[in-house]
């Protein structure tokens, strides 16, 4: 399988690279910045296609497509800057746009867009609804399309969140009873969400979308 990961050197994405490349897949990384911080590559990095490109600017890295078996879009942020472009609806609902149809154009068999169930807290409405726009708009292109729908994605050198916030998420989501109580919401560890998220890449036949937060702690 050639795999392509979107945003595959952020915090999910490289997770997904690398066990891509554990089991032996052919795998593309498309990122502004090219391959992750070097504290975050390991002996694997030496096996990942690095892209350095903007998904905004798709003729810069749509001939990465055409063997490509799977796109998994994993760029997002729950921080906002709409003055510099930045924007939920530009970020998290755009890009997945402009990724998914470019994936359909050059043939793609399946398109993994990482979703969220809920917005976090303290973040405004439009980041859920820039989310569900994009959902919307991709659901019916001409390729397997699969949205895992998660809560908060806790762990190491997690980008987004305050470090007393990523504690009490990591604190809940290692206690599998409580976890389980906030069901489609509960938090999950970023390498369990990104073997889930790898296995719905490489499985055959995925989960009909959206895939809930149950479903995806199985398949962690």
Same mark, same amino acid.
Request: charged letters at 20%; glycine letters at 8%; proline letters at 9%.
């Given at each position: 399988?050639?795999?392509?990961?979107?945003?595959?050197?952020?915090? +999910?994405?490289?997770?997904?690279?690398? %066990?891509?490349?554990?089991?032996?897949?052919?795998?593309?990384?498309?990122?502004?910045?090219?391959?992750?911080?070097?504290?975050?590559?390991?002996?694997?990095?030496?096996?990942? !296609?690095?892209?350095?490109?903007?998904?905004?600017?798709?003729? !810069?890295?749509?001939?990465?497509?055409?063997?490509?078996?799977?796109?998994?879009?994993? =760029?997002? !942020?729950?921080?906002?800057?709409?003055?510099?472009?930045?924007?939920?609806?530009? =970020?998290?609902?755009?890009?997945? =746009?402009?990724?998914?149809?470019?994936?359909?154009?050059?043939?793609?068999?399946?398109?993994?867009?990482?979703?969220?169930?809920?917005?976090?807290?303290?973040?405004?409405?439009?980041? +859920?609804?820039?989310?569900? &726009?994009?959902?919307?708009?991709?659901?019916?292109?001409? *390729?397997?399309?699969?949205?895992?729908?998660?809560?908060?994605?806790?762990?190491?050198?997690? /980008?987004?969140?305050?470090?007393?916030?990523?504690?009490?998420?990591? @604190?809940?989501?290692?206690?599998?009873? =409580?976890?389980? %109580?906030?069901?489609? $919401?509960? /938090?999950?560890?970023? $390498?369990?969400?990104?073997?889930? +998220?790898? &296995?719905?890449? @490489? *499985?055959?036949?995925?989960?009909?979308?959206?895939?809930?937060?149950?479903?995806? @702690?199985?398949?962690?």
């Amino acid at each position: 399988m050639h795999l392509l990961v979107t945003g595959g050197n952020g915090f +999910i994405g490289r997770r997904i690279c690398e %066990r891509a490349v554990a089991d032996g897949h052919e795998v593309t990384s498309v990122a502004r910045t090219g391959p992750p911080a070097q504290r975050h590559c390991g002996p694997w990095a030496a096996d990942v !296609t690095w892209v350095a490109a903007d998904v905004f600017s798709p003729e !810069t890295w749509r001939d990465a497509l055409p063997s490509v078996d799977c796109v998994v879009h994993s =760029i997002g !942020t729950i921080s906002e800057t709409p003055d510099a472009g930045g924007s939920f609806d530009r =970020i998290n609902g755009d890009s997945a =746009i402009v990724a998914a149809l470019e994936a359909e154009r050059a043939d793609v068999d399946r398109f993994v867009y990482i979703s969220s169930s809920a917005k976090p807290p303290l973040v405004g409405q439009s980041y +859920i609804t820039a989310r569900r &726009r994009a959902e919307r708009a991709i659901a019916d292109l001409d *390729m397997e399309v699969v949205v895992p729908r998660f809560g908060p994605v806790y762990g190491p050198d997690q /980008p987004h969140f305050p470090e007393l916030a990523n504690w009490l998420f990591a @604190a809940v989501g290692a206690f599998e009873p =409580i976890a389980r %109580r906030l069901g489609d $919401d509960r /938090p999950f560890a970023v $390498d369990r969400a990104a073997a889930a +998220i790898y &296995r719905l890449a @490489a *499985m055959p036949d995925p989960p009909a979308s959206p895939v809930m937060a149950g479903t995806l @702690a199985d398949l962690a």
